[in-house]
């Protein structure tokens, strides 16, 4: 995987005064828009949009210096106007166009390479196993996407459950963990910018079919599942959990996700702010070219 990732970055470093394509980067490395942004989030430190950003300013700060002029550059690196360019330029360097122009000063930012650095690392408990298709009966609602922390909108989706609603999940709910879960689904493509949306469901999985009208259903298809149960402080340890997947294990797995909603559930013990949690990711193997 991590092949793949240098891949997308030369072809980034190419593109820098061009639309850059979110299907080529897909074709590259073999995930969708969601798990790529996400996983290059985990392994860089900080999002797609602002590496771009930083290699586009600093490519622009070599122009400057070269001799190229102020709205050259601008509209060469895709903003719309000298002064928006301007703006962002002396927000990222400290100074402004003309300055750097003038001066020769020059501020870097170098393309990122990335690559193994074994360090002892973390280890990981998971297991692979194979499920057959079922439902999961809930509540949903369209939710911003947030990699880190708390969101909000999903603690509000919760808070609209009915004692109704509840008692007819817990009705139809036949399967494991018979516990509440967390499914996220159907990401906003949009490759060049870290926003957007997914829909989040609460609910329950079920061999059955939803006969009530207030809850949603949706199928989750045969699939392999990578399983990652995790035990600590809540919510820290399953955000950590979530940041190892993507930043350690899928990286060095034989292991790519597949375009599957992603699914976890906490169990909250008799100790306050302790838990036990499951991340579900379907996965498939990877091709041969993404070995």
Request: aromatic letters at 12%.
């Amino acid at each position: 995987m991590l092949k793949e990732f240098n891949k997308v970055m030369d072809y980034i470093e190419q593109h820098l005064t061009d639309d850059i394509s979110g299907e080529v980067i897909s074709a590259i490395t073999g995930l969708s828009d969601y798990h790529f942004r996400r996983m290059f989030s985990y392994l860089a430190g900080m999002p797609l949009q602002e590496y771009i950003r930083n290699r586009r300013l600093a490519a622009a700060n070599a122009e400057l210096i070269n001799g190229t002029s102020v709205t050259e550059v601008a509209f060469l690196y895709g903003y719309q106007s000298p002064d928006g360019f301007s703006r962002a330029f002396r927000e990222w360097s400290g100074m402004l166009p003309s300055q750097a122009a003038k001066t020769g000063i020059q501020k870097t930012f170098p393309k990122f390479v990335f690559f193994i650095d074994i360090k002892g690392g973390v280890s990981m408990e998971f297991k692979i196993e194979k499920k057959s298709a079922f439902n999961i009966v809930g509540v949903s609602k369209r939710v911003p996407m947030q990699f880190e922390g708390v969101n909000q909108s999903i603690v509000e989706l919760a808070k609209t459950l009915t004692d109704q609603q509840r008692k007819e999940m817990h009705e139809l709910a036949d399967l494991n963990p018979h516990s509440v879960l967390n499914v996220s689904y159907d990401a906003d493509e949009r490759f060049l910018k870290d926003e957007g949306y997914l829909t989040h469901m609460i609910g329950f999985a079920t061999t059955k079919e939803n006969p009530f009208d207030d809850l949603e259903q949706i199928t989750i298809e045969e699939s392999l599942w990578a399983v990652f149960p995790n035990e600590g402080p809540f919510p820290t340890t399953l955000q950590e959990t979530y940041a190892n997947i993507y930043s350690e294990w899928l990286p060095s797995s034989d292991y790519v996700p597949a375009d599957v909603p992603g699914i976890s559930f906490t169990k909250h013990g008799d100790q306050p702010g302790w838990a036990y949690s499951e991340v579900w990711m379907a996965v498939k193997k990877k091709q041969m070219n993404q070995a």
